[in-house]
């Protein structure tokens, strides 16, 4: 199967300090990939050098066939195919559910009216809130504000979604509704790498697991490496998370 993303050798410094030492993976289609490690191993940052949040030092990175490091990127047509949830909503509370969700397809392709709200309906389906649609974000919970951002990037048809620690703001009863519909839309097909600290989750759902240590990729894997590690490194960590 083709590759999505492709990370070769990464590099990323913030000043003197290297963040990322040389970090490689893949990402094919359809695949969940789980990035766990410690606080400060470099997951966010790898996450967000794929939809080129950050730049990056030396490397390469190849997403749906946009070379991300290259200065000739059409950033445009990369958040495009690219969607990505953070750990806080980032929702307009003057707007409306519809209209939070329909901003940005209203910008980019110019759809209107019935268009728009039917979007907005199908994505909202998507995550289990049709019925929230004309509802302001503050009428909602931190687990339905975060299925809102999710439904936000579906409308934007992506190719492939990142997860960053999107339910670390959450108590454990919304932390699994968000989950929930995370899996669904892994079972859907839905090429996903998802930063987390959820353990079960990342065993059940992943595909593949990277475990970051240290700015490197230490050992990968699929869920089973969770109840089996092969480095030190990864015991420990695991012992610490559960
Ligand atoms: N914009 C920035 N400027 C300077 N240093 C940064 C910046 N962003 C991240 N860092 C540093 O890079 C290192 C890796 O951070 P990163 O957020 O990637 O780690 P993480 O593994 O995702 O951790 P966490 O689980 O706490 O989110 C940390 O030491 C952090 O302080």
Not at 183 to 197: P, Q
């Amino acid at each position: 199967m083709s590759a999505v993303v492709t990370l070769r050798d990464v590099h990323k410094r913030f000043g003197d300090l290297e963040v990322l030492k040389g970090v490689s993976f893949e990402v094919a289609k359809g695949e969940v990939v789980a990035v766990i490690g410690r606080s400060g191993s470099g997951k966010s940052t790898a996450l967000r050098c794929v939809n080129r949040l950050e730049t990056i030092q030396s490397g390469s990175i190849e997403v749906c066939g946009h070379r991300v490091d290259s200065p000739d990127l059409n950033l445009r047509a990369l958040r495009q195919d690219v969607g990505m949830v953070f750990q806080s909503y980032n929702l307009f509370p003057h707007l409306t559910v519809e209209q939070n969700i329909t901003l940005a397809p209203r910008r980019v392709r110019k759809i209107r009216g019935a268009e728009a709200r039917d979007l907005a309906r199908g994505a909202l389906e998507r995550v289990g809130l049709a019925d929230k649609i004309q509802a302001y974000p503050e009428q909602l919970s931190g687990g339905q504000q975060q299925r809102v951002a999710i439904a936000r990037s579906l409308a934007m048809n992506p190719q492939v979604m990142l997860f960053d620690e999107v339910t670390s703001a959450l108590d454990p009863h919304l932390t699994g509704e968000v989950l929930k519909v995370m899996e669904s839309l892994a079972r859907g097909g839905m090429t996903m790498i998802v930063v987390t600290h959820e353990m079960a989750f990342a065993r059940r759902v992943a595909s593949r697991i990277v475990f970051m240590h240290l700015g490197k990729v230490w050992e990968t894997g699929p869920g089973e490496m969770l109840t089996a590690p092969r480095t030190e490194e990864l015991r420990d960590f695991l012992s610490n998370e559960l």
